[in-house]
């Protein structure tokens, strides 16, 4: 089946149009802001991103406990015109004042948490747009192939941009789109009815949090090969943020890198581009087959391909001259970028498949307190182990460290099949409270 397939229902394309504008105006955003932090605080950005990661993990620690009884479409509404919000007072505040760390926390913040309203409403919405579970391989191709088109683009427009336009204005951009995305989820109106939500609780505070997390733990039992998925995928964004997002904007501050006489910054955005590339090509082949019958292989063999080519930039920087470093490192970030694709549409498929439909919005959820701790811990780390060891070292670690995982996952569950009709569906958690 094509990706392009599920475009043929109005809700689907309706919805995409936002998001694919949203994603490359988040890119412009997410570069942007990379960039403006390294130079103010060089191998200290990285504490700007675990704060962004405590961001996110905090609200989805504490807003998961209603925001699963909210109705998902005003949920999405909200929280874009929320980040368009916040970026544009941020445009305001440096139009008049110096860039500085005050005025950039805030803003990365508050768009950060609201990412963990967005997204579980937009999982646990998935399922209603696409009419038909055959869809669904299809239908996540294809918002996954959304987002790796917004790493081709956005990256390619902002070092296009980037000797025209002022930075601060690829926030502007940014704001602009998702202005766009919160206009294409308003327009879907009673297509998205209100999905099976969480059952009422008497529980406050500390409890109530413990049971909204205890929800997705208690689904994930029956799924072992998504739960070891899901507690390693904190580690592996740690290492892989750690590695693209701090790591490889200092090498080409530090090296002076530019593509053809332009700027840095249009170096990096060049790496980034290339990263986008063979990711969007990787997703147009994964996306438009059917889930394969032993998803693990291909899951966990997509992080061994991520952490080689991770490991392969660390080792254009210690051997190839600076004149060509700025190839190698395009080039080993075109083949690391192979390896998402093969582990994101599978995992996402699996989780709307395997999984009653109350407890998506609970797993995906779960799925990112635990992308974002480890992204905390590994930013809270990296200034100092940076500073000791160096860029290449460090890269060539985060690397090691994700060909570790996906080797122990294709030992583990390598041999495991797709569950079939068969098999019994996964219950509510309220089901299960008896047993």
Request: charge should be positive.
């Amino acid at each position: 089946m094509n990706i392009l397939t599920p475009l043929r229902r109005r809700p689907v394309a309706l919805i995409w149009s936002g998001l694919a504008l949203a994603a490359i105006g988040d890119q412009l955003y997410a570069i942007a802001l990379v960039w403006i932090a390294v130079r103010l605080l060089g191998e200290s950005s990285g504490y700007l991103s675990a704060l962004q990661a405590a961001a996110v993990l905090t609200a989805a620690l504490f807003g998961g406990i209603w925001a699963d009884r909210w109705d998902h479409r005003r949920t999405m509404i909200v929280a874009d015109l929320s980040r368009a919000g916040a970026i544009l007072g941020f445009v305001a505040l440096a139009s008049f004042l110096p860039l500085s760390v005050a005025i950039i926390v805030p803003t990365a913040l508050a768009v950060s948490a609201l990412q963990a309203f967005f997204r579980p409403a937009l999982q646990a919405s998935l399922p209603r747009l696409a009419g038909n579970p055959q869809l669904l391989p299809a239908i996540n191709g294809l918002f996954d192939a959304t987002e790796r088109i917004a790493r081709l683009i956005g990256p390619i427009v902002a070092g296009a941009l980037s000797g025209i336009v002022p930075i601060i204005h690829f926030f502007t951009l940014g704001a602009a789109t998702f202005l766009a995305s919160a206009w294409a989820v308003g327009r879907l109106g009673k297509v998205l009815k209100r999905l099976p939500q969480a059952p009422p609780s008497a529980e406050r505070g500390i409890a109530r949090i413990g049971r909204s997390l205890a929800r997705g733990v208690v689904a994930l039992r029956a799924q072992p090969m998504i739960a070891y998925s899901l507690w390693s995928s904190g580690v592996l964004n740690g290492l892989w943020y750690m590695t693209l997002f701090l790591a490889v904007p200092l090498i080409i501050v530090r090296r002076d890198l530019s593509l053809a006489g332009g700027t840095s910054f249009g170096a990096y955005a060049a790496v980034m581009a290339s990263y986008g590339a063979t990711n969007l090509a990787t997703n147009l082949i994964i996306g438009g087959r059917p889930l394969p019958h032993r998803p693990a292989r291909l899951i966990y063999a997509g992080n061994v391909v991520l952490g080689a080519g991770l490991a392969g930039m660390a080792i254009a920087a210690w051997l190839v001259p600076s004149s060509s470093l700025l190839a190698g490192l395009m080039a080993a970030a075109g083949f690391a970028a192979i390896g998402g694709p093969m582990q994101d549409i599978p995992l996402a498929t699996l989780r709307q498949t395997l999984f009653a439909a109350g407890d998506i919005a609970a797993v995906m959820r779960l799925s990112m307190v635990s992308t974002q701790a480890g992204l905390l811990v590994g930013m809270l780390a990296a200034p100092p182990l940076l500073g000791a060891f160096g860029m290449p070292i460090i890269i060539f670690g985060c690397g090691a460290g994700i060909i570790a995982i996906g080797a122990i996952g294709l030992v583990l569950f390598g041999g495991s099949r797709e569950p079939s009709e068969g098999d019994p569906p996964a219950r509510p958690m309220a089901e299960r409270a008896g047993e």
